[in-house]
C-alpha cells in the first residue's frame, strides 16, 4: 500500500476531468508534505448547543469568509464539517487527522481516522477540547489534513450511494440531538472538587461537635 505524492494529488487535479477530482474545491497550495490541508466548513455544532451553529450560505465555489468563527468550549465535544467534498476512488483510502499544531492546543480528533474507497461527499470532525481554554475554530482555517492512499487494484465492495452518508454535504439534526447535553469538563469538576475542600474543614468540625453531643447524651 504506497501513500500519494504531493506530485500525484496535484497530477490527479491538473488532468482537469470530471471523473478524476479527488478534492473539490481544490487549490494546490493546500497540497503539503503528501497531504492536503481540508478547511472548516460553515457549520458546526457541540455539546449543550441547542441547534446547529451556521455562519454562511455561500456556495463552496465562492469560498467560506475567513474570519467568522466558531467557539470549542474547554471539555466540550464539538461536530464539524469541511469546505471540501471529497470524492475517493475505488483503489484508494484516505487517512485523516487534526494538525499538530491544534493538538499541541488541546483539540483531539476523536471520530474515524480513515476514509472509506467510493466515499463521496464532506468529511465530518468529531473533535475534544481537552485544552483548558477556549479554542476558536475560523471558518476557511486548515485544520484537517488527509492522505491518500492506494490498494493492489479497486475494492469490490466501495462506499456507494446506498451509504447512510454518501453525498453528505451538512451536518444533520440527529447530530445536534445527539449533542444537547453539556459534558461536565474537567475544569467544572475541578472548581467543585475545590470548593467541597474549602468547606470540608467546616463540615467536619460541625459533625465532630453533634457527634460528641450525642455521645454525651447517650453516655449520660
Not at 39 to 50: F, H, N
Not at 152 to 171: C, F, L, M, N, W
Not at 182 to 200: C, G, H, T, V
Amino acid at each position: 500500500m504506497a501513500f500519494a505524492s504531493s506530485q500525484t494529488i496535484k497530477a490527479a487535479h491538473r488532468a482537469n476531468s470530471s471523473d478524476n477530482w479527488w478534492i473539490s474545491p481544490f487549490r494546490e497550495e493546500k497540497v503539503k508534505h503528501g497531504a492536503y490541508e481540508l478547511a472548516v466548513g460553515p457549520e458546526m455544532v457541540s455539546t449543550g448547543d441547542q441547534g446547529i451553529k451556521t455562519l454562511s450560505h455561500r456556495s463552496a465555489k465562492e469560498g467560506w469568509p475567513l474570519g467568522e468563527s466558531f467557539v470549542v468550549k474547554p471539555g466540550q465535544l464539538a461536530i464539524m464539517i469541511t469546505e471540501e467534498i471529497i470524492r475517493m476512488p475505488s483503489n484508494r483510502i484516505g487517512f485523516i487527522s487534526v494538525k499538530a499544531g491544534s493538538k499541541l492546543e488541546g483539540l483531539v480528533n476523536v471520530s474515524g481516522f480513515h476514509v472509506d474507497p467510493g466515499w463521496f461527499g464532506r468529511l465530518k470532525f468529531s473533535v475534544y477540547n481537552a485544552g483548558s481554554e477556549e479554542y476558536v475554530v475560523r471558518i476557511g482555517e486548515p485544520l484537517f489534513m488527509i492522505w491518500f492512499s492506494e490498494f493492489d487494484r479497486e475494492v469490490s465492495d466501495p462506499y456507494g450511494k446506498g451509504g447512510a452518508h454518501y453525498g453528505q454535504t451538512q451536518i444533520g439534526a440527529d447530530d445536534a440531538q445527539k449533542l444537547t447535553k453539556r459534558l461536565p469538563s474537567p475544569i467544572d469538576l475541578e472548581k467543585k472538587l475545590n470548593r467541597l475542600l474549602l468547606y470540608a474543614p467546616i463540615i467536619i468540625t460541625v459533625a465532630t461537635a453533634v457527634l460528641v453531643v450525642l455521645l454525651r447524651i447517650l453516655l449520660g
